[in-house]
């Protein structure tokens, strides 16, 4: 099976292991994961007001270049796929919106929300099958109690994203179960990790990060996974004590799949 | 701009009718920013409805929202709160010489962990 894939700014430099055991795991998978040609950064945060255009552009090139390709796109990063996912709706659903962005890009076709975008975690549900994952297990996390950080931009807004229930999610619970892990479940676990405000403002991201570590470590998990280059990074720089190690859910899944090296 | 403008120019880009508010309080009984905010996602929105925009446009409270979604998920008139303060802080950093932060100020609080998505998100939210 061949899948468009964006992999974003961040894949790129800092969170290259996102991105690698992410690639390895999907071809141990039967899974081909294209790239999309000149693919530009989606911005980070989805651009909310009804008024911004440019800032939606890079996003709409992806998506069109998966139509092109006539194949669903892949995005791994939980920033792109919350931004991906949102400029698509407003493609399909606001006429003012997708008028403005195709008049501007004059593509060869234009394009209306036509592509399926959904998540590394959704096409190891949807595409693979977390029973198929379980069978190809060589190296399982038996023992290990490991909670899902699904932080803020993997489930919200539920409506538009339509990954799981939003308030009471279970696929990445469902992943740590098929790799053989022991899912723990915690309050906190899809709660704001305090993101860019870390840059302006280290004590509140240190507040934020560390009360859903004290949360996870209350709860007994022994280690959490994310799929968020920035959750990763206030996770592990704002401890505020509480000793619970972090790491991408790829990075599991590549070492339980015995392909990472 | 006129007060009037500002008030029309905020709820037309966010999309929000204020009016559908019952003022329950749900999203600021969820906001996880609630303690650092001078104004609460609830008081945005009645504060907006009413016209009451200026304490709005010079408070902090409006950096303090990460647009987390928390409360749009929870509102159960779907009042969509997140979206409001993200228009107050629009109607603020896209005048002259309003950026919340500055190219200059980015060398010193960068460290080598530091992943980009923190910079291109902060930039969209603070600058314009």
Same mark, same amino acid.
């Given at each position: 099976? !061949?899948?468009?894939?964006?992999? $974003?700014?961040?894949?790129?430099?800092?969170?290259?292991?996102? %991105?690698?055991?992410?690639?390895?795991?999907?071809?141990?998978?039967?899974? #081909?994961?294209?790239?999309?040609? %000149?693919?530009? &950064? &989606? @911005?980070?945060?989805?651009? !909310?007001?009804?008024?911004?255009?440019?800032?939606?552009?890079?996003?709409?090139?992806?998506?069109?270049?998966?139509?092109?390709? @006539?194949? %669903?796109?892949?995005?791994? &990063?939980?920033?792109?796929?919350?931004?991906?996912?949102?400029?698509?709706?407003?493609?399909?659903?606001?006429?003012?919106?997708?008028?403005?962005?195709?008049?501007?890009? $004059?593509?060869?076709?234009?394009?209306?929300?036509?592509?399926?975008?959904?998540?590394?975690?959704?096409?190891?549900?949807?595409?693979?099958?977390?029973?198929? !994952?379980?069978?190809?297990?060589?190296?399982?996390? #038996?023992?290990?109690?490991?909670?899902?950080?699904?932080?803020?931009?993997?489930?919200?807004?539920?409506?538009?994203?339509?990954?799981?229930?939003?308030?009471?999610?279970?696929?990445?619970?469902?992943?740590?179960?098929? !790799? @053989?892990?022991?899912?723990?479940?915690?309050?906190?676990?899809?709660?704001?990790?305090?993101?860019?405000?870390?840059?302006?403002?280290?004590?509140?991201?240190?507040?934020?990060?560390?009360?859903?570590?004290?949360?996870?470590?209350?709860?007994?998990?022994?280690?959490?996974? #994310?799929?968020?280059?920035?959750?990763?990074?206030?996770?592990?720089?704002?401890?505020?004590?509480?000793?619970?190690?972090?790491?991408?859910?790829?990075?599991?899944?590549?070492?339980?799949? @015995?392909?990472?090296? | *701009?006129?007060?009037?403008?500002?008030?029309?120019?905020?709820?037309?880009?966010?999309?929000?009718?204020?009016?559908?508010? *019952?003022?329950?309080?749900?999203?600021?009984?969820?906001?996880?920013? /609630?303690?650092? *905010?001078?104004?609460?996602?609830?008081?945005?929105? /009645?504060?907006?409805?009413?016209?009451?925009?200026?304490?709005?446009?010079? +408070?902090? +409270?409006?950096?303090?929202?990460?647009?987390?979604?928390?409360?749009?998920?929870?509102?159960?008139?779907?009042?969509?709160?997140?979206?409001?303060?993200?228009?107050?802080?629009?109607?603020?950093?896209?005048?002259?010489?309003?950026?919340? *932060?500055?190219?200059?100020?980015?060398?010193?609080?960068?460290?080598?962990?530091?992943?980009?998505?923190?910079?291109? +998100?902060?930039?969209?939210?603070?600058?314009?």
């Amino acid at each position: 099976m !061949i899948l468009s894939y964006y992999p $974003g700014c961040t894949l790129k430099t800092k969170a290259k292991d996102l %991105d690698r055991y992410g690639r390895k795991s999907a071809e141990a998978l039967g899974i #081909t994961l294209e790239e999309i040609p %000149d693919w530009q &950064c &989606c @911005g980070g945060v989805y651009p !909310i007001a009804k008024d911004e255009i440019a800032t939606k552009l890079s996003s709409v090139r992806a998506l069109a270049a998966a139509k092109a390709a @006539g194949q %669903d796109l892949v995005t791994l &990063c939980s920033a792109c796929h919350n931004v991906l996912k949102q400029v698509n709706n407003d493609m399909k659903t606001d006429e003012e919106i997708a008028g403005k962005a195709n008049r501007y890009l $004059g593509l060869s076709e234009e394009y209306h929300g036509e592509t399926n975008v959904i998540h590394y975690l959704e096409m190891l549900r949807d595409k693979v099958g977390f029973d198929k !994952i379980k069978e190809l297990v060589k190296n399982p996390f #038996t023992g290990k109690k490991i909670g899902a950080y699904y932080g803020c931009l993997l489930l919200r807004p539920g409506k538009v994203l339509k990954m799981d229930n939003p308030e009471n999610p279970k696929i990445m619970e469902d992943f740590i179960r098929a !790799i @053989g892990g022991t899912p723990v479940i915690y309050p906190m676990r899809n709660e704001c990790c305090g993101g860019y405000v870390t840059l302006e403002d280290k004590a509140l991201a240190n507040k934020r990060s560390g009360k859903v570590l004290e949360n996870a470590k209350d709860m007994g998990a022994d280690m959490l996974i #994310t799929a968020c280059p920035l959750c990763l990074y206030n996770l592990n720089k704002n401890t505020d004590g509480y000793d619970v190690p972090v790491y991408y859910f790829t990075e599991l899944l590549a070492e339980a799949l @015995g392909v990472k090296d | *701009m006129q007060k009037q403008d500002k008030q029309e120019l905020i709820l037309r880009i966010s999309g929000v009718n204020a009016r559908k508010c *019952m003022r329950c309080g749900k999203c600021s009984a969820t906001c996880p920013a /609630y303690d650092e *905010m001078e104004y609460h996602p609830h008081q945005f929105v /009645y504060m907006v409805e009413s016209g009451n925009i200026e304490p709005l446009l010079s +408070s902090d +409270s409006i950096y303090k929202c990460l647009t987390c979604f928390a409360c749009v998920e929870r509102c159960p008139r779907d009042v969509q709160p997140a979206k409001l303060i993200e228009a107050v802080r629009l109607a603020v950093i896209r005048e002259q010489d309003k950026n919340h *932060m500055k190219k200059g100020d980015l060398p010193e609080l960068l460290d080598e962990d530091l992943p980009q998505q923190a910079i291109v +998100s902060a930039f969209r939210k603070y600058t314009k």
